[in-house]
């Protein structure tokens, strides 16, 4: 019953997270190519085809279709949808919407996963406010992922970051992960709590980190689908994600191009503290 032991979090060799970077780097063409593609009248299930096309040519593979029978390559979660929506022939985006894309890739047996929301179209000045805040939110997690931290300094650099932006509700129903071998490994990264808490960070593990925001209450609500979670009270939300592994450097974040480096810097100038490394 190892009911109080620390959960055992997966150690990478340099060798397999540079097959995470490949994973992440698809994932973030994934990304690319969709929030391209995406524009008034384009449905979610045209998305979907675009996240296919691009893991076909890289030669990965999805981390979703098929987990837990998900039935899709990428998640496209709409206006007050938070996150998992499913993409779908018959959701055709307009103008002011907002969209979470989540996508997912596996090269060589090894798992990427990030997502960004962003708006179609001319958004309201207050959608646009809440998607700068979960942005902001996750790299100034992201920013906290380095040796000398624990789990729960993550979690809570992303709640104050989120709370100093504005009246925003801090989803706690959905959390982060980490991530490696599987995408979903344990033990879970929660977007709020008391900091200094939990596993240490330690070289070679690395996590999802990412944050959820809504305009309104944070409480959610799954849909019949059984898949697609929305505030309860209808307010509009945000999602961003990466994947981020903790190297003697700082934070790689091998979900983005650069693996992080403009994203911390620009952390470091708000803080004014020495910064980590770039791709
Ligand atoms: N990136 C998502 C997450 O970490 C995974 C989507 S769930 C799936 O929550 F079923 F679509 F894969
Ligand atoms: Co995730």
């Known amino acids: 019953m190892r009911r109080n032991r620390a959960p055992e979090i997966e150690i990478k060799t340099p060798?397999?997270?540079?097959?995470?970077?490949?994973?992440?780097?698809?994932?973030?063409?994934?990304?690319?190519?969709?929030?391209?593609?995406?524009?008034?009248?384009?449905?979610?299930a045209d998305l979907d085809a675009v996240a296919r096309q691009v893991l076909r040519d890289a030669g990965a593979k999805s981390s979703f279709l098929g987990y837990h029978g998900y039935p899709a390559t990428i998640c496209t979660s709409v206006n007050c949808q938070i996150v998992h929506g499913i993409p779908d022939a018959g959701v055709k985006l307009a103008a002011g919407d907002?969209?979470?894309?989540?996508?997912?890739?596996?090269?060589?047996?090894?798992h990427g996963d990030a997502a960004v929301t962003i708006a179609i179209g001319a958004a309201s000045d207050s959608a646009l406010a809440l998607l700068a805040a979960c942005e902001l939110a996750l790299w100034r997690g992201i920013a906290a992922a380095r040796l000398g931290a624990r789990l729960t300094d993550v979690s809570r650099a992303v709640e104050e970051s989120a709370e100093s932006s504005g009246e925003y509700g801090v989803?706690?129903?959905?959390?982060?992960?980490?991530?490696?071998?599987a995408m979903?490994?344990?033990?879970?990264?929660?977007?709020?709590?008391?900091?200094?808490?939990?596993?240490?960070?330690?070289?070679?593990?690395?996590?999802?980190?990412e944050p959820m925001l809504t305009l309104g209450d944070r409480r959610t609500r799954l849909l019949d689908d059984e898949w697609t979670v929305e505030t309860q009270d209808g307010s509009l939300a945000a999602h961003f994600e990466h994947t981020v592994a903790i190297t003697e450097e700082g934070p790689w974040v091998l979900t983005a191009v650069d693996g992080g480096a403009a994203g911390l810097r620009q952390m470091s100038e708000l803080t004014r503290e020495p910064v980590a490394r770039g791709a």
């Open 15 to 44: 060798a397999q997270l540079e097959l995470m970077r490949e994973a992440g780097l698809v994932v973030a063409q994934m990304l690319r190519a969709t929030s391209e593609a995406a524009g008034p009248g384009v449905s979610t």
């Open 98 to 110: 907002l969209l979470s894309i989540d996508a997912g890739a596996i090269v060589g047996g090894w």
């Open 171 to 181: 989803v706690r129903e959905y959390t982060g992960h980490f991530i490696g071998s």
């Open 184 to 209: 979903h490994m344990d033990p879970p990264v929660p977007n709020y709590g008391r900091p200094s808490r939990g596993p240490a960070l330690l070289t070679g593990m690395a996590m999802a980190i």
